[in-house]
């Protein structure tokens, strides 16, 4: 009989690790570590210019205008975006049976927008937790519930 495999993916805004276990009592396999290439820059440093001003319709002075979008909210948006099509093709290439998350609530739902129906009937299940500093051993007490290790 062939082994159900299950890949972990642990991941938060910045960070990504993939997991593998070949069913009971064959433990976890860490398969890839994945981190944003991002310098820690300043929010000024990212942004390419200075806000603009604008000139209220009534009255003298002038005000700043706010930021459309936080740089880092973008960087993080951008690298669930690309581990989300890496863990597509995976799913594609049928490289796991099922796939387990653990993430932040913000970042999984920012991941979630990019998984196409392959990796969706893949998914078993999700832990809205950043395990990403966690010990590859002491993994498993996080996912207990849903695989046997």
């Not at 860490?30 to 210019?49: C, Y």
Request: charged share 30%; proline share 6%.
């Amino acid at each position: 009989m062939k082994p159900i495999i299950t890949w972990l993916l642990v991941a938060n805004g910045t960070e990504a690790k993939v997991y593998e276990n070949t069913g009971p009592n064959k433990g976890l396999t860490p398969l890839s570590d994945h981190e944003h290439a991002r310098e820690a820059l300043k929010t000024g440093d990212i942004v390419a210019n200075d806000r603009g001003r604008t000139f209220p319709s009534a009255g003298e002075g002038r005000s700043a205008m706010e930021q459309q979008t936080d740089p880092d909210d973008v960087e993080h948006q951008k690298f669930s975006r690309e581990v989300a099509e890496h863990m597509n093709k995976a799913a594609q290439e049928k490289k796991f049976d099922r796939l387990i998350i653990a993430a932040p609530p913000q970042s999984l739902g920012e991941m979630r927008k990019h998984f196409n129906k392959h990796l969706e009937e893949k998914l078993h299940d999700d832990v809205p937790k950043d395990l990403t500093n966690i010990a590859t051993a002491d993994l498993p007490s996080y996912f207990k519930n849903m695989v046997v290790f």
